[in-house]
């Protein structure tokens, strides 16, 4: 199938780093997206001749995003949409659909005995002994909320897709040239002497005139202008807005106590210790022992335990795999040893060591937590409630205040602050203002005047943002920070005479001088590489290390800036990897190599395809989705 494949395949073959897409595609897993779209909506997205409504699109990608949510500490869908989530689920539905269409092209087929052979395999369908267990097979696929017939038609796409990705990507290797040489690059370590000259180095410029002063304010504009500084009014919805609106009854809780009863209660436990025979003969020998008072570890030595397999650990009855295991070993009054259990695995005989007392639930010591869960919980609930509200009044052209008068949220006045969320006179906006980093960026994307729309905060509140007075970006005037263009005058001169001393020192180390007699505190480096530094104790200076790894000759001499300071090196050694450091990076670095390689890949074959297969997107109808 794969040779037919392959030559079904030429006119499009040539693009060898086709290859790695499957890698992408494999991951991820069961999706249906067989079944036919709802009807009554409007078509989001089109791939090739596949049509898709947006509520299709949303059961398709709601909960792989949702996923990569989680993945990300649980931030909120407008976050996921912010961080480009949402655009790269999207990206990979659209790479499916159109391979599956290609596949569909080349009229691959898989076979029923691949597929049957694929399903007796997944561990997911397995029973206790390893076989296929039809049963269980049909009960995952109803959990999962799939028809046979469905789950069957989505694997056989799936292995479609994977039998021409992976193909595909059979012949793709890295040349041993660009291995070898990226392998130098990455391990060959430099030795330079160096020296580091300081702010304190340069001399104290005289007293500037009052006309240097006022020509350097207007030919550093940036270095004084002040920040553009807006105002606004946000409004804040969350559960301490509507927790009064809530109440809970006596009845409430006792509900809720019974409901979550195993939260308030600690079981029984023991320490248990086993010993595992195959018959019944044997257990009976170990009885025999154990009554005569041998010791337990010492009967499972004798019987071929391993010492690791007698201690089951301080565990509870439900903990125990086999109900009669716990009835055994929980049975017990106090600690001693139980008669043979037999079980699926063998016979069994318990040592309880210890028993720890549970603990039972008492509705009144918990009674304020549970209050308190429960009220969080209802506010919550009625905090999204009104947050459609809220949507509506908006929608509908309402303002903020409307919004709070009617639904209980907090209005807030936003005073005038700098992208940083900086004021005029240095002070912050609160740290723990409800969402600040989006109240912020909204703050300075939504026209004077306008509300913003309501975005949804980390799933516990709902802010939205009215711009009010917006102060443009201005230069401010010489005579209100005349101090501070002094200052910054002062520190530029000594910047620039810094500079001119690390050059001179620099051509004369060139000339032949050797750079302890130029400069005091001079050092010789540990050999580096191209992610280290000179010294650990100096600022990062990246014009220094990229002008020593690009010199071709030991005694290059380069020099750049480093914080506020300078620094002179010469380079005094070159050191190529050795041969041990070559060997025991090379797999990895070809692995690496590799699997970029297929990254490009992935991209260029979507390009390639998505020229046969045109993909269209009605961006605000998706926009609304998400």
Known sequence: MLQAMRGRSATWVTRILFTLIALSFLGWGVTDYVRPPTPGTQTALTVGDRKMNGMEVQRLLGPQIDQMRAMFGGIDREQAKRFGLVDQALDQLIARLVVDQESARLGLLISDDVLRQTIQTNPAFLNAGGQFDRARFVAVLAQAGYSEAAFLAQLRGDLSRAALTIALAAGAQVPDAVVERLLTYRLEKRVAEFAFLTPDMAPIPATPTEEALIAFHKDNPQRFTAPERRAGKLLVLDAPSVAEQVQVSEK??????????????????????????????????????????????????????????????????????????????????????TAPVKTAFGFHILRVVAITPGVEANFDAVKAQLEASLKDERALDLMFERSNKIEDLLSAGGTLEDAAASTGARLIDLPSVDRRGQLADGTELPADLTGRAQVISTLFATETGKNSRLLEIGGRAFVAVRTGDITPATVQPFDSIREIVIAAWTDSQRDAALAAQAEAVATAVRAGKPLADLVQGGRTSEPFDRRGTLAADLPPAPTVQTGLFDAQTVGTVVTGKAGSGYIVARLTAIQPPSAEEAATARAALKSELGEQAKNDAITAVRQGLQSRYPVTQDRAALDKLF
């Open 252 to 337: 409430d809780l006792r509900a809720a106590f019974d409901t979550r009863i195993d939260e308030f209660q600690l079981p029984e436990r023991r320490l248990i210790e086993q010993i595992l025979v195959n018959d019944e003969a044997a257990a009976k020998s170990v009885t025999d022992k154990l009554t005569a008072g041998a010791d337990f570890p010492t009967v499972a030595v004798e019987v071929g335990q391993s010492a690791d397999s007698l201690v089951l650990g301080e565990i509870t009855k439900n903990d125990l795999p086999d109900p009669a295991l716990g009835a055994a070993a929980f049975g017990l009054a106090q600690p001693g040893v």
